[in-house]
């Protein structure tokens, strides 16, 4: 049996093969479009619509931290200047306490010096109160002794009451 050899020739193709060819390319295409391309090019939406989103929000993120970083600040600031004024308060009511207590101190060292200086007087004023009677106990001693050893009694009564004049 003779096989005939067809010449192959690249540019003549055969028709029957390149029906078959095209057939099955559009069946392919066909099928490719009707299951997969649909599918695939869904897909592919979807996912570019979510990276879409996930950018939109992650600069909306970015937006809200810049934001939360302005209004950061500015509590920071306002706590500081707060901060600021409570310690001057502080120190004004310091300053006023120590005032009050210096003058406190001030009255109280006033009043003891007086208490003291009446003290002191009223210590002068007994002792004084004593040696007078000390002076008269003595003066009465003294003209009892003369007394019994002088018999003119109305030359020492005269002399008595002129000490106690004296004293």
Same mark, same amino acid.
């Given at each position: 049996?003779?096989?005939?050899?067809?010449?192959?020739?690249? *540019?003549?193709?055969?028709?029957?093969?390149?029906?078959?060819?095209?057939?099955?390319?559009?069946?392919?295409?066909?099928?490719?479009?009707?299951?997969?391309?649909?599918?695939?090019?869904?897909?592919?939406?979807?996912?570019?619509?979510?990276?879409?989103?996930?950018?939109?929000?992650?600069?909306?993120?970015?937006?809200?931290?810049?934001? *939360?970083?302005?209004?950061?600040?500015?509590?920071?600031?306002?706590?500081?200047?707060?901060?600021?004024?409570?310690?001057?308060?502080?120190?004004?009511?310091?300053?006023?306490?120590?005032?009050?207590?210096?003058?406190?101190?001030?009255?109280?060292?006033?009043?003891?010096?007086?208490?003291?200086?009446?003290?002191?007087?009223?210590?002068?004023?007994?002792?004084?109160?004593?040696?007078?009677?000390?002076?008269?106990?003595?003066?009465?001693?003294?003209?009892?002794?003369?007394?019994?050893?002088?018999?003119?009694?109305?030359?020492?009564?005269?002399?008595?009451?002129?000490?106690?004049?004296?004293?």
């Amino acid at each position: 049996m003779e096989h005939t050899q067809t010449s192959g020739n690249i *540019l003549a193709p055969e028709t029957l093969m390149a029906f078959l060819t095209w057939a099955v390319f559009f069946v392919v295409l066909f099928v490719l479009q009707k299951f997969a391309w649909k599918p695939i090019l869904a897909g592919l939406k979807q996912r570019e619509d979510h990276i879409r989103k996930s950018l939109d929000d992650a600069d909306k993120i970015k937006a809200e931290l810049a934001a *939360l970083e302005v209004s950061k600040a500015k509590i920071l600031e306002e706590a500081k200047e707060k901060g600021n004024v409570l310690i001057e308060q502080s120190r004004k009511v310091a300053n006023e306490l120590a005032t009050q207590i210096e003058q406190r101190a001030k009255k109280n060292a006033e009043e003891i010096i007086s208490s003291a200086h009446q003290e002191i007087e009223g210590e002068r004023e007994r002792v004084r109160n004593s040696l007078k009677k000390e002076s008269v106990q003595t003066a009465v001693s003294l003209a009892e002794k003369i007394l019994k050893e002088n018999l003119d009694n109305e030359k020492n009564r005269n002399l008595i009451n002129q000490a106690m004049k004296d004293v």
